[in-house]
């Protein structure tokens, strides 16, 4: 076994191929770039789109629940029939069947329900 000294240990460490020493610096600053760019990518503010907002509570308006009363009032009073109260009540949008009658085929719209209520 050959005693190698330490000067002539540095140069054979030392002694790298341009082609090698070339290819180490590209993938040193590769890997700095790929680093430099993710850091970014962290640093980068979050484009958050806030969630929809809710849709409004279903009320009841006052108009409908008011005529419907109104309806139930007369019936109670004996001023219209049943026939026509349910009639109203469809018209209104309430899911009332109503007995097929001549008297209930006379009210066919919105327009009529209200001149029964106005008494006209």
Known sequence: MEYIGVAQRIESITAIEP??????????LGLLLGLFFLIRLAM???QVTPPPPPPPPVQESEGPSAEREKILELLEQGKITADEGAELLNALGQSVPPPITEQSSQINSADQADKLLKGE
Request: aromatic residues 8%; charged residues 15%; hydrophobic residues 60%.
């Open 19 to 28: 082609i090698s020493l070339l290819l180490l610096v590209l993938f040193g």
């Open 44 to 46: 980068r503010p979050r």
